[in-house]
């Protein structure tokens, strides 16, 4: 049968419910990436995420919630951490916290481990799935482990289509980066992954951000694995200009083969990042990358370009 593609209606919620229900995977925008949905609860459905993914078990899944109440009976937070999430969720941030006793997300979906990572996303697709569902729904971005996430509708039936029960149309997703992940159970914030929500906004909440090294032998995010965001193709970053046979994904004004923004804006560069790099990856064989700004969101595409690159 063919992959039926939904959009968001009371109907369509209800089916994607009971196939969530069921054990099934559903496909789903997020403002940040497409994300492969099931159950947090249903370790066989946990289990179909790893095998479509090709993801090894050692690195877990975040859950999507739909309030902060719900985020709550799944883990512990702290003051801090509570304030964070009431200043920038429904949005691109998700926080790691110690596993409430209360907690539903499964074992396998946390990897084994005792803090669980929480996100409610700024899209009405999920937060309406996860409250029609009526719990926790664990979503990785839908796309075979260590590859370019996906954007679009389009990049998620290449590379999952056949993986999948439903899945929802959303368009492009907004940001275009995965969201910005903070331990959230120190005394201090821990950036484990940059991503689209500016980690200067987290300082201005709770500060004293500490960066981490995010790329020693044993992450602290077991998911910052060195090689990921990958293109077949080989990319050399930091380029002023391409090398004969190169593509150029330019940044700001100038010619490029595809620019991330001309006018230099990093938001805009965030959106179009996976997107051009899958484009240029389907033609080229070496694509050369123009300097990006560190500051800002320039942090988490420098990341995914750094990984992409090894
Ligand atoms: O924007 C996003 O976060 C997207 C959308 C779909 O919500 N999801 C996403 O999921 O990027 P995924 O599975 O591709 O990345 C999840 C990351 C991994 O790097 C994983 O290691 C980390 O979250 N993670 C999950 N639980 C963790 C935990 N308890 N402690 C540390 N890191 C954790
Ligand atoms: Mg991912």
């Not at 620019?259 to 990093?266: A, H, I, V, Y």
Request: overall charge negative; hydrophobic content about 40%.
């Amino acid at each position: 049968m063919d992959l039926r593609i939904l959009n968001l209606t009371e109907e369509n919620l209800a089916l994607a419910a009971r196939v969530l229900r069921s054990g099934g995977l559903i496909g789903l925008p997020t403002e940040t990436v497409y994300g492969l949905a099931a159950d947090a609860a249903n370790e066989a459905a946990i289990e179909r995420i790893y095998e479509a993914k090709g993801r090894p078990k050692f690195n877990p899944l975040i859950a999507h919630v739909s309030d902060i109440e719900m985020a709550q009976r799944e883990g512990v937070f702290r003051p801090e951490a509570l304030a964070l999430v009431e200043a920038h969720w429904p949005g691109p941030l998700t926080v790691v916290v110690d596993v409430a006793p209360t907690g539903t997300v499964s074992k396998l979906a946390r990897a084994g481990l005792d803090s669980v990572a929480l996100r409610i996303p700024a899209h009405a697709i999920p937060i309406n799935l996860v409250e029609t569902f009526g719990g926790p729904l664990v979503a990785p971005s839908a796309n075979p482990s260590g590859k370019i996430s996906p954007t679009t509708l389009d990049h998620v039936m290449q590379d999952m289509g056949d993986k999948l029960d439903l899945i929802f149309n959303g368009g492009t997703c907004a940001a275009g980066i995965e969201s910005t992940i903070i331990d959230a159970r120190g005394e201090r914030p821990a950036l484990l992954r940059p991503g689209s929500l500016n980690p200067d906004w987290i300082e201005e909440i709770w500060p004293g951000l500490i960066r981490p090294d995010l790329n020693p032998a044993a992450p602290r995010s077991p998911g910052q694995l060195l090689r990921h965001y990958a293109p077949r193709a080989e990319l050399r970053l930091n380029a002023n200009a391409p090398e004969p046979g190169e593509a150029y994904l330019g940044f700001g004004p100038g010619a490029a083969t595809l620019n991330l923004s001309e006018r230099g804006d990093l938001d805009e560069a965030a959106k179009n990042l996976f997107s051009m790099l899958r484009e240029l990856d389907q033609n080229y064989d070496r694509i050369a990358v123009a300097p990006i700004p560190t500051h800002g969101l320039g942090e988490g595409i420098n990341d995914r370009l750094t990984r992409a690159a090894k």
